[in-house]
């Protein structure tokens, strides 16, 4: 038992030098490392290298009201906000999402769906050229729709 016990302290320090925080027992005795697990987004910073747009997507999709007021509304400074409420702070805004705003959000989703795709693609040996015909013809087919659009 004595054996075990030296090795473990022996593991545990090794662990801590390299830089793993050790998980202690209720008697603050070393019982194991706890491993650090990259977040979201830092994954998507190293996979895709996209954290700005990733941050930017999740903002809007977990309703953060900076992401949802910058990326749909505008200011709209020719109405006031009279309100019991109103502290003198408040600014009124407008729905609004321009061509741009829906374009680079739209491009971008679609782009990063093809990585997946991609990967898939090469995983279980399907014509990866193919692939790419079929990702050129679409983009050509949706920018022949959405730039008539554009005013």
């Not at 709209?76 to 408040?90: L, Q």
Request: proline share 5%; net charge negative; aromatic share 8%.
């Amino acid at each position: 038992m004595a054996d075990i016990t030296k090795r473990v302290d022996e593991l545990a320090a090794e662990a801590a030098g390299l830089g793993f925080t050790l998980r202690p027992d209720k008697h603050g005795v070393a019982i194991g490392i706890d491993p650090q697990f990259p977040g979201p987004t830092e994954l998507v910073k190293d996979v895709l290298g996209e954290d700005v747009l990733y941050r930017i997507a999740s903002g809007v999709a977990h309703s953060h009201d900076y992401a949802v007021t910058q990326l749909g509304y505008k200011r709209d400074d020719s109405r006031r906000i009279d309100s019991p409420g109103a502290v003198g702070n408040e600014v009124a805004v407008t729905k609004h999402m321009s061509f741009e705003q829906m374009f680079v959000l739209y491009s971008q989703a679609a782009e990063k769906f093809t990585v997946p795709v991609r990967h898939l693609t090469q995983l279980f040996g399907w014509d990866i050229n193919r692939l790419g015909s079929i990702v050129v013809n679409f983009k050509k087919a949706v920018c022949g729709i959405i730039e008539p659009l554009r005013l």
